[in-house]
């Protein structure tokens, strides 16, 4: 079976564990760290940020 889609999405470091995703679309998101594993990490979030695995979920969950 061969792919239906393939999706070029380009990723990169904004500052710290903030990253920034460009879709083919032109669409950005941001992605970072928030909630416990901030703090299990002792990162100091300004502004806390999904995880990447939160649009993974998201996206598989509808």
């Known amino acids: 079976m061969s792919a239906l889609y393939t ?5 990169g470091k904004v ?3 903030h990253r920034r ?4 679309t ?9 909630g ?3 703090k299990h990490y002792k990162l ?3 502004s806390p940020l999904p995880l990447p ?7 598989t969950a509808g």
């Open 7 to 11: 999706s070029i999405v380009h990723v």
């Open 15 to 17: 500052a710290g564990v």
């Open 21 to 24: 995703a460009t879709l083919p």
């Open 26 to 34: 032109g669409e950005t998101m941001e992605m970072g760290v928030h």
């Open 36 to 38: 416990p594993i901030a």
């Open 44 to 46: 100091d979030t300004a």
């Open 53 to 59: 695995v939160d649009y993974i979920v998201a996206a």
